[in-house]
């Protein structure tokens, strides 16, 4: 059965600094890989996500996200975080036959310290 | 295009009513997806729609909870006899082949509370 691990519940890291935050999946083959972002009252809004090809993808709003078959990781970077990506982040596995029909991780909620 | 809409955004209830939720979704979307997220958890699958087809619920979905998509546009969700641990907000997401399917749009929710 697919699963997302988001091992990190919080993070804090300081407004300029840069982040990780980390997600494990597991899947019989290779799967489509989103993150999505979730501000307070907010709807879910996708960042980025990883069908096939290159496996650094690059999203909205400075994030990346590098595909890692060997680890099953699908880690989300920034270089610089800004006050306003505060927010829960989600990594989510598809499957092939349906990608809109995908499992999410626990969430990761991610605070800036000023 | 508005995006995906889904009415009430909150809605608190007494224990054993029952409430229904709408979603509207993007037009020309023809899958439809609910999904529920309680606190603290990334959103669980309930069910999906192609067109007015039902083509997957989620174990999730007791059986006092019944999706609708008439005329393959906009989809409600009814809970009978809530109980307080349907408490929850409640997804909608749509997509559209012309996209590959490859992407849910997602509304903001509606929030219910059972009281």
């Known amino acids: 059965a697919q699963s997302v691990t988001q091992p990190d519940i919080h993070i804090t890291v300081s407004e300029g600094a840069s982040l990780e935050l980390r997600c494990n999946y597991s899947?019989?083959?290779?799967?489509?890989l989103f993150w999505y972002v979730q501000s307070p009252g907010q709807g879910l809004q996708l960042l980025l996500k990883?069908?096939?090809?290159?496996?650094l993808v690059q999203g909205i709003k400075g994030f990346e996200a590098e595909f890692k078959r060997s680890q099953s990781s699908f880690n989300l970077r920034k270089p610089s975080v800004h006050w306003s990506d505060a927010a829960e982040y989600f990594c989510?596995?598809?499957?092939?036959?349906?990608?809109?029909?995908?499992?999410f991780g626990s969430g990761t909620r991610l605070s800036i310290r000023p | 295009d508005t995006g995906v809409s889904q009415d009430p955004r909150h809605k608190i209830t007494k224990r054993g009513q029952n409430v229904t939720f709408r979603c509207d979704p993007i037009?020309?979307?023809?899958?439809l997806y609910w999904y529920r997220q309680t606190l603290g958890q990334g959103p669980e699958f309930l069910t999906y729609?192609?067109?007015?087809?039902?083509?997957?619920k989620s174990r999730l979905l007791s059986d006092r909870f019944s999706a609708e998509r008439p005329k393959g546009s906009f989809s409600t969700l009814e809970i009978q006899r809530t109980e307080q641990g349907d408490s929850a907000m409640y997804l909608c997401?749509?997509?559209?082949?012309?996209?590959?399917?490859?992407?849910?749009?997602f509304g903001q929710g509606t929030r219910l509370t059972v009281v």
């Open positions: 990883y069908f096939s090809g290159d496996t």
């Open positions: 997401a749509s997509s559209s082949p012309r996209q590959g399917d490859t992407e849910a749009f």
């Open positions: 729609f192609q067109n007015e087809a039902q083509l997957e």
């Open positions: 899947y019989g083959a290779t799967p489509y």
């Open positions: 037009s020309e979307h023809n899958r």
């Open positions: 989510a596995v598809g499957e092939r036959s349906s990608a809109s029909k995908i499992i």
